[in-house]
T-cell receptor
Framework: DAKTTQPPSMDCAEGRAANLPCNHSTISGNEYVYWYRQIHSQGPQYIIHGLKNNETNEMASLIITEDRKSSTLILPHATLRDTAVYYC???????FGPGTRLSVLP | EPEVTQTPSHQVTQMGQEVILRCVPISNHLYFYWYRQILGQKVEFLVSFYNNEISEKSEIFDDQFSVERPDGSNFTLKIRSTKLEDSAMYFCASISDRTGGNSPLHFGNGTRLTVT
């Protein structure tokens, strides 16, 4: 099973950038890394994914290290509504770890 | 934007009863998944389904569980004889194609199953 390591929790001030790290050292060369978030008990919401290059969309940016063993999700201007559990995921079964509980503070 | 829909949003059942959770995946998607999340715990993979058969399943997906795609639109999870520990949120998900790995998995908003 795919294994990821993330800090269990992080705080971020509203309006500041939130940088969420993930280690995925066992990812193989052709596997994408995906980021999801879960607000309360809703279904996981897709945020962004990437293979080798850094990616950006309307929600976030994704920085992937050159060796692909880790990545960082960046929420450039965090809002209170970004408070959620964030997961990095890879592998064809999209196996979820415990994730990072991000608290955005006013 | 198309989405995965699940019904019912909340199901209450008595221990030992059979329950069927229903999902309508996104229409052009080919791979279907079920996950569960016990309150306060992580999202756990149960099973993946492709071309009318199970692709992979986890240790959780024992003989009490089964999945079916009874028609061209629905995807169901059946629990034959529910136990108290089956109480959880159950999420259905679908993906258009996973062969290249460049497609995200889309989740429904889940069915909360309560076994009493």
């Amino acid at each position: 099973d795919a294994k990821t390591t993330q800090p269990p929790s992080m705080d971020c001030a509203e309006g500041r950038a939130a940088n969420l790290p993930c280690n995925h050292s066992t990812i193989s060369g052709n596997e994408y890394v995906y980021w999801y978030r879960q607000i309360h008990s809703q279904g996981p919401q897709y945020i962004i994914h990437g293979l080798k290059n850094n990616e950006t969309n309307e929600m976030a940016s994704l920085i992937i290290t050159e060796d692909r063993k880790s990545s960082t999700l960046i929420l450039p201007h965090a809002t209170l509504r970004d408070t959620a559990v964030y997961y990095c995921v890879y592998g064809q079964n999209f196996v979820f770890g415990p994730g990072t509980r991000l608290s955005v503070l006013p | 934007e198309p989405e995965v829909t699940q019904t019912p949003s909340h199901q209450v059942t008595q221990m030992g009863q059979e329950v069927i959770l229903r999902c309508v995946p996104i229409s052009n998607h080919l791979y279907f998944y079920w996950y569960r999340q016990i309150l306060g715990q992580k999202v756990e993979f149960l099973v993946s389904f492709y071309n009318n058969e199970i692709s992979e399943k986890s240790e959780i997906f024992d003989d009490q569980f089964s999945v079916e795609r009874p028609d061209g639109s629905n995807f169901t999870l059946k629990i034959r004889s529910t136990k108290l520990e089956d109480s959880a949120m159950y999420f259905c998900a679908s993906i258009s194609d996973r062969t290249g790995g460049n497609s995200p998995l889309h989740f429904g908003n889940g069915t909360r199953l309560t076994v009493t």
